[in-house]
């Protein structure tokens, strides 16, 4: 697995891209899948995220882990209210594609690829 770098020769979406870095694990960079959660209850929504450590489906239930994202955000360097306001639009669309009701509690969840630049692991 690696992380390509690139950048538009021209106008951004009109022209190539140009890879300009290509970063492995032997660069130090890591890749884990997550998964967010946004639960709606009434007025609020809580938000976790699970980490799987291995892409073998087999494996998947004994390697994941809960998080609250506070820690994410932490780990990010961002506030909490920041990186749900970060994420809250793509949440919103895909509520509005399912046609969510906020009178029941509804779970929302999103696949996104953690990318780590430093030995940290989740």
Not at 62 to 79: C, H, I, M, S, V
Request: glycine fraction near 4%; charged fraction near 30%; hydrophobic fraction near 35%.
């Amino acid at each position: 697995m690696c992380l390509s770098l690139r950048y538009w020769t021209g106008a951004p979406y009109r022209s190539k891209q140009e890879e300009f870095l290509r970063l492995t694990r032997e660069d130090g960079i890591g890749v884990q899948m997550g998964i967010m959660y946004r639960t709606a209850i009434y007025d609020r929504a809580l938000y976790e995220m699970t980490v799987i450590d291995s892409m073998n489906e087999w494996k998947v239930k004994n390697q994941t882990k809960l998080y609250n994202f506070d820690e994410y955000a932490k780990n990010d360097g961002l506030e909490t209210e920041d990186l749900i306001r970060w994420f809250e639009p793509t949440f919103e669309k895909e509520i509005k594609a399912k046609s969510f009701s906020y009178f029941n509690p509804k779970l929302t969840q999103l696949t996104v690829a953690v990318i780590h630049f430093t030995k940290f692991r989740y």
